[in-house]
């Protein structure tokens, strides 16, 4: 097709075609061409299939507002072929529709059964009976619904950025006020940024003419020039709390805060409502003047325009001078023919109201009505100009409000929160917008996105969901893709109609607009994935030997290196090492360091000598146990705290708390990262490590729960004689930047005794075997020590207060109702952990851990049972997820090495 | 949630660089008062309008504030060291 | 007892003997990326290419010395010379910043930590394994930087001489300006992390590796063997 004569205002450049496909076949636009505007000047008018009825649509606004030209652009679905510029070699497919837009087989099925006449609620009324039927129906519909396909093997190969931006001033809209508060704020000397979604700065400017289209060139001169930053195309998602505004460009995604946000969001034109208001070739007059102004084609032969307000004349002037035949005029309003259509010789037919527009695929004709007087016009493009609203969606997210002024017809503005500003024409066009004429056939579109008609709305007010609000819920009015955009006015104005009311917020209500404004992808949500990974020092060494690297909280960890078997044997026999660099390390130190950790424990720690490790627990004031660990003193007021691995963060913040609240002379200082630690376990410890360093690792000079300062391998550490594994072991901790070399130099040590790295799961089996508990594993949110089997912990004869005293002795007038025992199986069957511990069948306890130990050649494992079966020997009986029942009885004491002589040794 | 919460050290920042540590509430002076201490352990005022409570800069200068924010709108009255609200 | 008379020196890398390697949480992403290690201080550093072409440059500054300083405001004030919290001063290639009224560090060159240290007194941590440092610089680097964090660096707001503690990345950060670049000190362990993170923030940027430690091009050399 031809364009029309070349024109200030136009975005297309005449010199540079661009090609893509359209349904597989060849298209060829210019340069600066939406997608829509290049199919359309090609020929193209059906553009898509409704979402229910499967009914043709074509453009209908041209400005990203409604669901009709959305279409599937090289595999991304939902886009809107309006908004989006050409590129060379774009795939353009449509959706909804099969085997294709002309021939949709569903639109066949959806007018000819009744069930499937798809009235409102049909999925309410419909496809219940009979019940076995459910899962054909049900696969059927799942293929039916929804607009676009996506690729499940898709994977992303494009980059989505997010871009972080601060601002004194962000303007959202690119329109006349949008463009003049933002260089208004910028001569001020303040950060503006200014976002429009057009494919031109103006808005209205941008497509109503030559002198329009100067005005809007004259202005964005000017923003430039005054140093607002533009960003076009791009849209603002919404606004979220504190001045938050995403603002999507492409596949870069912009958060910007802004100091004060400045909604010049403009008008929407309405579409009107009247029989087959929906066919290809009715549109509304801003989206005809965009095709004509903006892209130079000559919409239509014999166009008629149906307007509310004088915006209809203009745009009937406006298409008249740009070579489109324009027969009439039909104004909804009385009065007498407007001289500016009388110049243009334009036929102005005052007081007639549209009734149907009628035609195959496509509009041919178009009856208007005056009281008796039918009138049917020949046309082949019907152009509403049916008034404009406002956008309040940004306002109402930011937490403003609006009302309704039924003086003026519209909702204004009621109350705009600080930080954020109103400019332009926030209530848009009073006009009165009649009902259509009665008498046409066919269905009214209210809501083009999901095909909701007059009908559909006037019977969920009879069957009593008499508001917006309720209504919406039942007939899907408004939820469509537009959000309201097209259909929220025209919603309400029948429902006010069908209540006999004015369409104010009392009695119709308005929607809440949520964001995003327009669909969004979610990989522009997403933006780049990373994912931060605590590594320890030694990390790479585990991997590279075939360490398992598992995620263990925020850490990388070993499982295993392939055969932990051996790894627990190693330990038991001869020497394992492990890294254990993951553990929480605080240090209390001040005056009152011992004070604040006997405020904090329920043990004693005051009492400590120097160079001495001791065990402790954490409790909540309400007694619960929220982590343990050791504490070891260095000196008369330094204290080095280690906590679990997950539980680091979790007690730095505990501990601090309660000296912000105790006001204490004590400092806490974070200190897990800068400290790589290991254990280095089994018989031979002693033996290997000897070789490193020349500290007196003999028992007597070094003994079981000792705390040491030691050089080993030239590296400065801490060693601490503690058991988790239950052999002869020490615990080296040491700073990170030396951690590996550390490592390497212990493994060297350790090679005359086939030392062997142990990861976690070969930990598991070790500390099981020793009965030692796991916080968080055997212990859940409500244990408390005297339950968990650790009576001995709590010092209830401490004379200060503590952190969960009042709740533990609370506890002890109670009694035990719980306990945490170990258990062996009796059959060498291995129970689940989470197998229920059951008498006669009903479950009164739980297994936490449970492994084979195949030193002890049995299954042991830990478990709450009820007090009364706590006793050591008890049986008891434990019930596998499996369905099997496993006969087994408790033990008290560690079921290896029960009186610490390896440990101790 | 995406509101702006002012560390008395740092200044403000978007709420998801902070812990948030529940209601500020008074401990009991002993545990005579059963009911008293369950309260204290177990029961929040959960207030719409006016709350007192406590932040922890998690992301940042890692030390706690205490503020006063109105739950129904996220509008911060006012912020300050523990102990320091007016 | 132990010899060691220092309750803290199992926290400190300047405490280990000549022979020991320190190394960086970032060591194995220098090396794959083709860079030689190199020692310098103790430390096994990587030595980069100059690259004068790319808008921004990421350089591991890990082997910084790093003191940790609490105390009272008035401790603070007398150690930090009186900054205020949010300021950062540089003195003969030592950094001094005040995080908050209790709470500052110090970065300096590594064999000057401990004399500082022992200047100091008691209110002074060693900190240096306990924080991975980059500097970014270059052009580009604000670019960079806002498509790492929320945080708002605008030059009025954030300039040279300033520093602050907030999430890069989504790790707690703290960052200074020390108006060429920005230096960023996260947990040790996150280090590789971090590094891998900011490469790939600056990505479309255009970001270069680039070491305390410079050596010749690969061609170069065998221009001139």
């Known amino acids: 097709m031809n364009r029309l004569a070349e024109r200030r205002g136009e975005l297309i450049d005449r010199g540079r075609t661009v090609t893509f496909t359209w349904r597989g076949k060849t298209v060829e636009g210019l340069a600066g061409d939406s997608v829509a505007s290049a199919l359309y000047a090609d020929g193209v008018r059906v553009f898509s299939r409704s979402f229910k009825y499967h009914r043709p649509r074509g453009l209908l606004c041209c400005s990203g507002q409604c669901p009709n030209c959305l279409v599937q652009v090289d595999g991304d679905p939902a886009v809107r072929a309006c908004m989006t510029p050409i590129e060379e070699g774009m795939r353009v497919e449509h959706i909804n529709a099969w085997p294709s837009l002309e021939r949709d087989a569903l639109h066949a099925l959806a007018s000819a059964t009744p069930a499937f006449g798809m009235q409102v609620g049909f999925y309410y009324k419909t496809f219940m009976r009979p019940r076995w039927a459910w899962k054909y129906y049900e696969k059927f519909l799942r293929s039916a619904a929804g607009l676009g396909k996506l690729d499940p093997q898709h994977r992303r190969d494009r980059r989505y950025e997010k871009v972080h ?498 006001g204490m002379d004590c400092q806490i200082v974070n200190v897990t990262s800068a400290i790589a630690a290991f254990n280095l376990a089994g018989p031979n410890a002693r033996t290997a490590l000897a070789g490193l360093t020349d500290f007196d690792l003999e028992n007597e000079a070094f003994p079981y729960l000792g705390a040491g300062h030691a050089e080993v391998a030239g590296v400065p550490c801490l060693l601490l004689r503690i058991g988790f594994v239950g052999e002869l072991g020490y615990e080296i901790h040491c700073p990170a930047a030396a951690g590996e070399h550390l490592w390497e130099a212990l493994m060297a040590a350790g090679e005359g005794f086939s030392v062997k790295p142990f990861g976690l799961e070969p930990q598991r089996v070790l500390r099981l075997e020793k009965m030692h508990v796991i916080v968080g594993q055997d212990t859940n949110a409500e244990s408390q020590p005297l339950e968990a089997g650790m009576p001995w912990i709590v010092k209830l004869d401490k004379e200060n207060d503590w952190i969960g005293r009042y709740s533990i002795e609370w506890y002890q007038n109670r009694g035990n109702r719980t306990s945490l025992v170990g258990f062996e199986g009796g059959n060498g069957a291995v129970p689940k952990e989470g197998a229920q511990v059951v008498v006669n069948g009903e479950p009164v306890g739980r297994v936490t851990s449970s492994r084979f130990s195949r030193r002890l050649g049995k299954a042991i494992g830990i478990a709450w049972v009820p007090a009364d079966l706590s006793a050591e020997g008890t049986p008891i009986t434990l019930s596998d997820p499996s369905g099997a029942t496993i006969p087994a009885s408790v033990t008290l004491r560690a079921f290896y090495d029960p009186d610490q002589e390896r440990l101790r040794s | 949630m995406s509101f702006l919460l002012e560390c008395p050290n740092c200044g403000r920042r978007p709420v998801d660089e902070y812990a948030y540590g529940g209601e500020v509430t008074v401990r009991p002076k002993s545990a005579d008062d059963a009911r008293a201490l369950f309260s204290y352990l177990y029961f929040r005022k959960n207030d719409a309008g006016a709350q007192r409570e406590w932040w922890f800069h998690s992301s940042g200068c890692r030390e706690w504030f205490q503020a006063e924010r109105d739950t129904r709108t996220n509008e911060v009255m006012q912020v300050a060291p523990p102990g320091g609200l007016t | 007892m132990s010899a060691i008379r220092d309750p803290y020196a199992f926290l400190s890398p300047a405490a280990a003997a000549a022979g020991v390697g320190l190394r960086t949480p970032m060591e194995r992403s220098h090396v794959a990326a083709g860079a030689a290690l190199e020692h310098v201080d103790g430390w096994r550093v990587a030595a980069y290419p100059a690259n004068g072409e790319a808008a921004a440059t990421l350089t591991d500054l890990s082997h910084l010395g790093k003191l940790d300083l609490r105390g009272s405001a008035e401790e603070l004030d007398t150690l930090t010379g009186g900054l205020g919290p949010g300021a950062a001063r540089s003195d003969d290639g030592v950094w001094t910043l005040r995080l908050t009224p209790t709470h500052g560090y110090v970065m300096c060159p590594f064999p000057r930590l401990s004399a500082l240290r022992d200047r100091i007194g008691a209110a002074a941590l060693d900190v240096t394994s306990a924080y991975a440092a980059v500097a970014l610089g270059g052009e580009g680097r604000l670019a960079v930087f806002n498509r790492s964090s929320g945080l708002d660096v605008r030059e009025a707001r954030f300039g040279p001489g300033r520093c602050m503690a907030g999430s890069v990345m989504r790790v707690p950060t703290l960052v200074l300006n020390r108006g060429d670049d920005l230096v960023m000190l996260v947990a040790w362990e996150y280090g590789e992390y971090f590094w891998d993170a900011i490469l790939d923030a600056g990505e479309t940027i255009g970001i270069a590796r680039a070491g305390v430690v410079t050596v010749e091009a690969p061609q170069a050399q065998e221009q001139t063997a």
């Open chain 1, 165 to 662: 931006r601060h601002v004194d001033v962000l303007v959202i809209g690119g329109g006349e006020s949008g463009l003049e508060a933002a260089i208004a704020a910028a001569r001020e000397g303040r950060d503006t940024a200014l976002v429009e979604e057009g494919l031109a700065l103006g808005g209205r400017l941008a497509f109503t003419g030559v002198d329009a289209a100067a005005r809007a060139a004259e202005l964005a001169a000017a923003a430039r020039e005054a140093g607002v930053e533009i960003l076009q195309p791009a849209w603002a998602g919404g606004v979220y709390e504190g001045n938050l505004v995403p603002v999507y460009q492409g596949d870069t995604m912009f958060r910007f805060r802004a100091g004060e946000i400045v909604l010049a969001t403009g008008l929407i034109e309405q579409p009107l409502v009247f029989a087959g208001n929906d066919l290809p070739g009715v549109m509304l007059a801003s989206g005809v003047r965009r095709l004509v102004n903006q892209f130079r084609i000559a919409t239509g032969d014999e166009a008629v325009v149906l307007t509310v307000d004088d915006l209809g004349i203009e745009a009937a002037c406006d298409l008249a001078e740009a070579g489109v035949t324009v027969s009439a005029v039909v104004d909804t309003r009385e009065g007498e023919t407007d001289e500016r259509l009388g110049v243009c010789g334009i036929e102005h037919l005052r007081g007639f109201r549209p009734v149907e527009a009628r035609g195959r695929g496509h509009v041919s004709s178009v009856v208007v009505a005056r009281g008796g007087e039918r009138r049917s016009l020949s046309t082949d493009l019907v152009v509403m100009s049916g008034g404009t609203v406002a956008q309040f969606g940004a306002l109402v997210q930011a937490g403003g409000s609006v009302h309704y002024d039924a003086a003026r017809r519209v909702y204004v503005p009621d109350h705009v929160p600080a930080g954020v500003r109103v400019a332009g024409e926030p209530a848009g066009t009073a006009a009165e917008v009649p009902a259509c004429a009665d008498g046409g056939r066919g269905k009214q579109f209210v809501c083009y996105c999901e095909d909701v008609t007059t009908k559909d709305v006037n019977l969920s007010v009879k069957e009593g969901f008499a508001s917006l609000e309720l209504s919406k819920r039942y007939t899907t009015v408004t939820m469509g893709p537009c959000q309201g955009k097209m259909c929220h006015r025209n919603s309400g104005l029948v429902i006010a109609r069908e209540l006999g009311v004015d369409p104010d917020e009392q009695r119709v209500g308005v929607t809440t607009a949520r964001p995003p404004h327009n669909p969004t992808s979610f990989s522009l949500l997403a933006g780049r994935g990373y994912e931060p990974v605590k590594r320890t020092s030694v990390h790479h060494w585990h991997a590279d030997r075939g360490g398992k690297m598992l995620w263990a909280g925020d850490w990388k960890r070993p499982y295993d290196y392939g055969a932990p078997d051996d790894e627990t044997a190693a330990v038991h026999e001869s020497l394992g090492l492990i890294d254990v660099s993951t553990l929480g390390k605080l240090i209390v130190r001040g005056p009152d360091a011992a004070a604040f950790l006997e405020r904090v424990y329920p043990n004693r720690y005051g009492d400590m000598k120097l160079a001495r490790v001791r065990y402790g627990i954490v409790c909540g004031d309400d007694g619960s146990i929220l982590d343990d660990g050791t504490v070891a003193r260095l000196s008369e007021t330094e204290f080095y705290v280690t906590t679990t691995s997950s539980g680091a963060g979790g007690m730095e913040q505990w501990f601090t708390w309660w000296n912000a609240v105790w």
